[in-house]
């Protein structure tokens, strides 16, 4: 500093300082403009899911009208009934329950191991082993499939949940793994260490620091998982016949439905998903009034 | 508790050619603080962790209280050690926690809390025991993670710089009472450090590290006043001691610009030469032994002022009396006394005792 500005006891004794509030409006517009785009997103996704309800709770005679009201006027259970009193619908929600949890657990048996190994460990032909986990996805379903349903077929998993869930396990691992290498990337290796400084060995510290540590990220990737088994329709319909899961079931029997019917169908797939995201949800939120660290 | 004996220790990282420790032999006695200090990539956390068996030696062998634990696992070794990063666990509250070790020792719930509550009071940690970690300040985290570390019954205590992420205030106030704490419980006690006045304050000996070697094992005051070498005189101190090279001739040390007493004893040749820089004093300018300076830079520093000045071509700190007056371009006597000379070889930077 050469010049001092001309000052008592330090303060400024100049006019007060114009404000310009043209980038605060700027600002305070971008936000808007932000918000917006959220509301506009949100509803492109709310909009159909509704639409699909109030069609699946409306009468038969409801559907026919033309414009379609914007919420229920004609509110009636009956397609839904029907649709859930049809033949193998029930049998194959519990199918796709059977499946989605089944490769949920053993995704997660599989792949959180996996992605430990990839997290925390120097190995050799560890960047050409993640390219590889990737492979399973570049074939499409129905390449996989086909043979599949040959080896099923002669050792007796054709036509079993279990030959499905092995299917979609193998489809969700590249991700499970992926998902939770980078959960176990964010505990903090420090503390796993601590805890065998204390006394426990490389799996207790594991089980008792890492994996409740990883819990949130590891359920995000079952979430993922169930998701996607819950969802997935090609596969399942070529390696079953008449244990169907239910997209299978609904795929090779709606086409032929009423309009009615194909709705509550469709909102038969949809329900599940949504509770289930809703249950596992809390798992992605701080757990402990805090991200790890 | 436990004395440690290192012996010949090298540590290669896979992949890597160069050893993180060369050649390290140690023997840290029981109930003793010892400070592993060096710059960083000096081997000092590599030399920590293979104690701690979070890493293993390339060659060597360790032994704690006469057991030998060179690849022994980790659990095994009944050691326990305050992390830099505290490495408290996130989702365990401050109890649970600080109960960590004694609950894997199998001790029971009765014992467990009685010790933990004895930690607690000890530093501070009453009211917050059943808070999760995230609800603790970062100083308040580093107490919990030393309480962890200190009620168990363990051999040996390791600590790897322990106080660097705390701020400055706080880390002086801590540092205090982690060595009245350390001194209480009287455990064998490793500690890392990158900060020289934390080495010299804390340690009852300071082991200080270069290139993977010790390099001057000694005790705080005598590795500060006499380091074995220019290297040890340049990192330690603050400022780092002062080194010009100079001529000894007939017991007088001619540094080109100016001569004064060389230390008794020294024999004649070239040298590097270490002076710190509060042993420098402002001299009667009547004193024939005193050497002309110009003063560059004046630094008030509250407790003392640090003077930049130039003898000849060589630029030299001194610290003399907040009080002194004396101003940038002032002509000032510098007066160097014999005794606090250190002399060094011109080459290897060797100390050269007269």
Redesign the interface.
């Known amino acids: 500093m050469t010049s001092r500005p001309d000052t008592e006891h330090g303060t400024a004794t100049t006019a007060p300082i114009e404000v310009d509030k043209r980038p605060l409006r700027r600002h305070q517009f971008n936000r808007a403009l932000i918000q917006l785009a959220c509301i506009l997103i949100s509803l492109f996704m709310v909009v159909p899911i509704y639409l699909i309800t109030i069609s699946a709770f409306s009468t038969r005679q409801g559907l026919n009208e033309f414009p379609q009201p914007l919420w229920p006027k004609n509110f009636s259970t009956e397609t839904m009934a029907t649709f859930l009193n049809s033949t193998g619908i029930l049998a194959a929600t519990l199918n796709s329950l059977t499946v989605g949890i089944g490769t949920l657990v053993l995704a997660s048996l599989v792949g959180a191991p996996a992605g430990y190994a990839i997290a925390r460990f ?1 190995f050799r032909g560890k960047d050409p082993y993640q390219l590889f986990l990737l492979f399973t996805r570049a074939l499409p379903i129905v390449v996989l499939s086909i043979p599949l349903a040959q080896v099923f077929l002669a050792t007796g998993l054709y036509d079993q949940p279990i030959g499905v869930i092995l299917l979609h396990t193998a489809l969700s691992l590249p991700t499970t793994i992926l998902i939770t290498s980078s959960v176990f990337l964010s505990v ?1 290796i ?2 796993e ?9 490389p799996v ?1 510290a594991f089980l008792r ?1 890492v994996l ?2 990883a819990l949130p990220g590891i359920a995000a990737s079952a979430i993922f998982t169930f998701v996607t088994s819950w969802n997935e329709v090609l596969g399942a319909t070529i390696l079953t016949f008449s244990n169907r899961t239910l997209p299978a079931q609904v795929l090779s029997t709606l086409g032929d439905s009423p309009v009615a019917f194909r709705f509550a169908g469709g909102l038969a797939m949809i329900i599940p998903s949504i509770i289930f995201i809703a249950i596992m949800r809390k798992y992605l939120l701080n ?4 991200t ?2 | 508790m436990a004395d440690i004996t290192i012996q010949n220790l090298v540590k290669v990282y896979p992949g890597g050619n160069e050893r993180a420790n060369d050649d390290v032999s140690l023997h840290v006695a029981d109930g003793e603080f010892m400070v592993l200090l060096g710059p960083s990539g000096c081997g000092k956390t590599t030399l920590l962790r293979q104690i701690a068996g979070l890493e293993l030696p390339t060659s060597g062998a360790i032994a704690i209280g006469g057991r030998d634990v060179t690849y022994m696992p980790v659990h095994q070794r009944n050691l326990s050690m305050v992390f830099q990063s505290y490495a408290v666990f996130p989702h365990r509250r401050v109890r649970a926690n600080i109960g960590f070790g004694l609950a894997m020792r199998g001790m029971s719930k009765a014992e467990i809390d009685k010790k933990v509550d004895w930690a607690a009071e000890l530093l501070q940690l009453t009211p917050y025991l059943d808070r999760f970690p995230a609800q603790l300040s970062g100083g308040q985290r580093q107490r919990v993670a030393v309480a962890r570390a200190i009620v168990v019954d363990a051999d040996v205590l390791l600590m790897d710089e322990p106080l660097s992420n705390l701020d400055a205030l706080l880390r002086l106030s801590f540092r205090a009472e982690l060595k009245q704490i350390v001194n209480q419980i009287g455990m064998t006690t490793v500690y890392v450090t990158h900060d020289q006045s934390e080495a010299l304050s804390l340690g009852d000996r300071v082991a200080v590290m270069k290139n993977g070697r010790i390099t001057q094992l000694d005790n705080p005051l005598r590795v500060y006043s006499h380091p074995a070498n220019t290297f040890v005189g340049g990192f330690i101190g603050s400022p780092p001691m002062n080194f010009v090279d100079g001529v000894v001739h007939d017991g007088q040390i001619d540094i080109g610009g100016g001569s004064f007493r060389a230390p008794e004893g020294a024999e004649d040749g070239r040298y590097t030469v270490g002076v710190r820089a509060e042993a420098i004093t402002l001299g009667d300018p009547a004193d024939p032994h005193t050497v002309p300076a110009k003063v560059l830079v004046v630094e008030p520093l509250g407790s003392a002022t640090l003077l930049t000045a130039t003898v000849g071509e060589h630029s030299i700190k001194v610290q003399v009396p907040a009080d002194t007056q004396v101003a940038a371009g002032d002509q000032v006597k510098l007066s160097v006394p014999p005794s606090a000379v250190r002399l060094f070889d011109l080459d290897s930077g060797e100390a050269r005792t007269p």
């Open positions: 120097a903090p420090d503390a260490e601590a805890a065998r400084i204390f006394g426990c060995t207790g620091v409740p540590l757990m402990w009034g805090t790890i660290r």
